[in-house]
Nanobody, 119 residues
């Protein structure tokens, strides 16, 4: 079991920055991937970014590339999503998720944190 708890969401204006955190705990094992997803009202959940323990490789959706940065603090067991130059279309509930490096499906999810960007 892996527990994930997001925090840091809020209401900001377009162009502002916000940093989300995802505290994780439990039996994470050594090789895993942590990711951020988001779901806007009336839309399907979409991938935002991921980071792996294998070399700390990162990958971003085209819609956030250059504006968002994913990182992880191993000492704190926390993953972050630094979001800069926020746009109204970034408004969504943001979720963090965990999967083994050797599987494709994310097995554990957090409860989500709301990000609202006003224009």
């Amino acid at each position: 079991q892996v527990q994930l708890v997001e925090s840091g969401g809020g209401l900001v204006q377009a162009g502002d920055s916000l940093r989300l955190s995802c505290a994780f705990s439990g039996r994470t094992y050594s090789d895993y991937v942590l990711a951020w997803f988001r779901q806007a009202p009336g839309k399907e959940r979409e991938f935002v970014a991921r980071i792996s323990t294998s070399g700390g490789m990162t990958y971003y959706a085209d819609s956030v590339k250059g504006r968002f940065t994913i990182s992880k603090d191993n000492a704190k067991n926390t993953m972050y999503l630094q979001m800069n130059s926020l746009k109204a279309e970034d408004t969504a509930v943001y979720y963090c998720a965990w999967r083994s490096l050797y599987t494709a499906q994310y097995a554990y999810w957090g409860q989500g944190t709301q990000v609202t960007v006003s224009s």
